[in-house]
């Protein structure tokens, strides 16, 4: 018997003359693996370009999404945003399905975003970031290109987390009640503001370190838009905010939020919130990682290690309040 598999890794020899094949790929084209994760990226080099090929995991995005993302980076790109788009086959396709072992998985070709990874911003730099996801927000303010990878609606999100959390924490039930006095605490607090007050829209989701890069001093490329989803729009700010946070000083985030305001006003209201969306990202980041550790593909994510991280966001709320 063929054992059944969860996760495939793909021939690169294959893929990559499956690209020589169906785009206009020059046949001595190199192809490197880049990483592993929620899709395979693949660098693919000739010898006068760069593109990022990504397969999708199977059954982690529907290709209605994929098509709602391709519709997206067209929008920013035919509106002066750098973004890492979609290329198109020699018929004009932009998605294709890979029959793998464990299932259909969706291939798209990438183009490739020049520049480095920015670690550590400097404060013209922060502006730089800010000013480009404000521009982004403008043209993706009460935009519905169709489905999206995720939705960031406060409820849902803490459904999800609610749901994934009850088993998990069936031994910890003080952090697991926090949580639910959390979501309590933020229904409170949403039901009784001016929904007209807080933008909605669609988010990168993801705005942090690994997912721009800097060319020289003033261009930012976004990629990876694997995480995009409807929901208020300053919820790319609150990711921004929570990633190392520890280690970013307020004048960081303070220039961000000049650049960004120089493209889009924030209400008081948005700005009064901005910490309640960097929870909202850090128990969407916890249900995930719980969601995927299942024990395998990879190892269990330990329930004492969950209810640390709950005791870390707690302490985040204090902080913020």
């Known amino acids: 018997m063929t054992f059944p598999v969860e ?25 490197t693996f880049l990483k592993r994760g929620f899709n395979d990226t693949y660098l693919i080099k000739t010898s006068t370009a760069k593109y990022i090929l990504r397969v999708y995991k199977h059954n982690w995005r529907s290709k209605e999404s994929i098509e709602t993302e391709i519709k997206l980076l067209d929008l920013l790109k035919e509106n002066g945003i750098s973004v890492s788009y979609s290329i198109s086959d020699k018929q004009s396709q932009f998605i294709h399905t890979i029959n793998a072992p464990e299932g259909k998985r969706y291939l798209v070709l990438f183009s490739f975003a020049e520049g480095q990874q ?42 999800k987390t609610l749901s994934t959390l009850k088993s998990i924490l069936k031994d910890y039930p003080e952090e697991y009640a926090y949580v639910l006095k959390l979501k309590n605490d933020f229904m409170s607090v949403f039901s009784s503001i001016d929904q007209g007050a807080l933008a909605s829209g669609i988010c990168h989701g993801d705005l942090q370190a690994e997912n721009f890069h800097l060319t020289g001093t003033d261009k930012f490329t976004f990629f990876d838009f694997d995480f995009f989803g409807k929901g208020y729009l300053v919820y790319d700010i609150g990711v921004f905010m929570w990633y190392d946070h520890k280690n970013k000083p307020k004048e960081i ?13 924030l209400t008081g209201t948005e700005i009064e919130l901005l910490p309640y969306f960097s929870t909202l990202r850090a128990l969407f980041q916890m249900t995930l990682y719980c969601n995927i550790s299942d024990g395998k593909q990879l190892p269990l994510w330990p329930a004492r290690q969950v209810a640390d991280f709950i005791k870390k966001v707690e302490k985040w709320m204090l902080a913020v309040k």
């Open 253 to 265: 985030i303070d220039s961000f939020l000049n650049g960004y305001t120089s493209q889009r006003a």
């Open 118 to 159: 920015v670690r550590k911003l400097s404060i013209d730099q922060a502006a730089l970031l800010g000013k480009e996801t404000g521009k982004i927000h403008v043209l993706t303010q009460n935009k519905n290109l169709g489905e999206t990878a995720h939705n960031y609606d406060i409820e849902v999100q803490f459904e």
């Open 7 to 31: 996760y495939s890794s793909l021939s690169t020899t294959v893929l990559l003359e499956f690209l020589i094949d169906n785009y206009s790929i020059s046949a001595a084209a190199g192809i």
